[in-house]
């Protein structure tokens, strides 16, 4: 009970401190689980908005670089070491769960055959629907949108559009089933 009321204290604090350095660009309600080991950071001119009691474990990484919009909606989980990186707009929705070592990437390097990979990037949003479950180790890729109620399987990679209530299963190419 210590434990939990000691970790409440500190999120209401760490919540307090980031409003402070960030008005306007860190509108986060106050009751939230999040990991004292997980990083929140914003850079340039990035915002992050989380709402109600969302859990975010330890060893998550999210940033939002640029112009990059992070939005999470209320009761959504995190498990260990997830990454969110943002330059344009990763929105995920309400009661979604993440297992662990999720990596959430709305950009990526351009490059080219001729010149190789460059410091510049391309970015398009992300959207992940409401009451989804994102399984161990997925990649979510920058212009994919995902439906609410769907599943994406353990160590997929994932691109595009995946209609509501389907599941992604790895195999040896990706496979959608509708929950229907």
């Known amino acids: 009970m210590i434990k939990l009321i000691s970790l409440l204290i500190y999120n209401i604090m760490r919540i307090f401190v980031l409003k402070l350095i960030h008005p306007n660009r860190f509108n986060v309600h106050l009751i939230q689980r999040i990991s004292p080991s997980a990083s929140l950071i914003i850079s340039g001119k990035g915002k992050f908005n989380i709402g109600y009691n969302t859990e975010i474990s330890k060893g998550c990484d999210f940033e939002a670089h640029g112009d990059g919009v992070i939005s999470i909606g209320t009761g959504t989980y995190f498990n260990r070491y997830c990454m969110i990186s943002a330059q344009r707009s990763v929105t995920i929705g309400n009661h979604c769960m993440f297992g662990p070592g999720v990596k959430i990437f709305d950009n990526n390097h351009k490059f ?3 010149k190789g990979v460059s410091s510049q990037l391309k970015c398009d949003d992300i959207h992940i629907g409401n009451r989804c479950w994102i399984a161990s180790d997925a ?33 040896s190419d990706l496979e959608l089933i509708s929950m229907k």
């Open 112 to 114: 080219s055959k001729e």
């Open 139 to 171: 990649i979510i890729l920058k212009g994919t949108y995902i439906g609410d109620n769907c599943v994406i399987g353990a160590g997929c990679i994932v691109s595009g559009n995946i209609p509501a209530g389907t599941l992604v299963k790895h195999k």
